[in-house]
C-alpha cells in the first residue's frame, strides 16, 4: 500500500527564513495531497489541498509543490514568522477511496 | 469556522476495561473519520463511516473496535476489551460527502491511556 515518508522530522529557522518540509510517496495512484497544520493543544488545520493537476500552488506566506514524477510533495513556508511554529503534517489519497495516508510530521521551531 | 468536538481529551483506563471515545462532528457533515496517532509516530486511518455503516477500514481496526452514530448524535469509537497497544492519541474528523477532495476537519483529539 501507500507509503509516505516525510523530512526533517524536526526544523528550526530563524524569523524571516524559509522552511522547507518534503513528502515523498509511493503509490503513482495518489492524487489527492494535503498540509496541514497542528498547533500545539489544538485540531489540525489544513494549508492547502492539491489535485494531481497542479504543480504548484501559493497560498498566504507559503507554496506548495507537487513533483508526480519524483513523487514528491513539499511546503515552503516563506518569511517564516512565529505563529508558523507548530507540525506540520502531509497527507496523500488515492483517487478512489476517502483515507488519507499520513506523513510522520514535522516539528517546526521559530527561533526570533 | 466549523469545528469538531471531542470528548474527553484525556482518559486513562485499566487493559481489559472498555471505553467509549466521543466526537461530536460538524453539523451538515455526512462522512466520519477516526485515526489513530501513537506517540511520535505517524498518524494512521483506522475507519471511515457514512449512511449508518463502515465504508472503508484498516487493519489496524481490530475486531475489539467499533464505531457507531445512534440517531445522529455524538460518532462514537468504543474499543472493549483495551489492549496496552491502543494507549495513544484518537482523532476524529467529519466532512461532506462526495469524495476525498472535501476537507476533512479534525477534532482535538482524545489522548488514551491503557495501563
Known amino acids: 500500500g501507500e507509503q509516505v515518508e516525510q523530512r526533517p522530522p524536526h526544523l528550526s529557522v530563524r524569523e524571516g527564513d524559509s522552511a522547507f518540509i518534503t513528502c515523498t510517496y509511493t503509490?503513482?495512484?495518489?492524487?489527492?495531497f494535503f498540509w496541514y497544520k497542528q498547533e500545539p493543544g489544538a485540531s489540525l488545520q489544513l494549508l492547502m489541498k492539491?489535485?494531481?493537476s497542479t504543480e504548484i500552488n501559493e497560498g498566504q506566506g507559503f507554496t506548495v509543490l507537487l513533483n508526480k514524477k519524483d513523487k514528491r510533495l513539499s511546503l515552503n513556508l516563506t518569511a517564516a514568522h512565529p505563529g508558523d511554529s507548530a507540525a506540520y503534517f502531509c497527507?496523500?489519497?488515492?483517487?478512489?477511496?476517502?483515507?488519507?495516508?499520513w506523513g510522520s510530521g514535522t516539528k517546526l521551531i521559530i527561533k526570533p | 469556522g466549523p469545528k469538531v468536538l471531542q470528548i474527553p481529551s484525556h482518559q486513562i483506563i485499566d487493559m481489559g476495561q472498555m471505553v467509549t471515545l466521543n466526537c461530536d462532528p460538524v453539523?451538515?457533515?455526512?462522512?466520519f473519520y477516526w485515526y489513530k496517532q501513537i506517540l511520535g509516530q505517524q498518524m494512521e486511518f483506522l475507519v471511515n463511516?457514512?449512511?449508518?455503516?463502515?465504508?472503508?477500514k484498516s487493519k489496524l481496526f481490530k475486531d475489539q473496535f467499533s464505531v457507531e452514530r445512534p440517531d445522529g448524535s455524538y460518532f462514537t469509537l468504543k474499543i472493549q476489551p483495551t489492549a496496552l497497544e491502543d494507549s495513544a492519541v484518537y482523532f476524529c474528523?467529519?466532512?461532506?460527502?462526495?469524495?476525498?477532495?472535501?476537507?476533512?476537519?479534525f477534532g482535538p483529539g482524545t489522548r488514551l491511556t491503557v495501563l
Open positions: 497527507a496523500v489519497s488515492a483517487y478512489s477511496n476517502y483515507q488519507l495516508i
Open positions: 492539491v489535485f494531481s
Open positions: 474528523a467529519s466532512s461532506l460527502p462526495g469524495g476525498i477532495s472535501y476537507e476533512q476537519y
Open positions: 503509490d503513482p495512484n495518489s492524487y489527492y
Open positions: 453539523s451538515n457533515h455526512l462522512y
Open positions: 463511516f457514512y449512511n449508518g455503516k463502515v465504508m472503508e
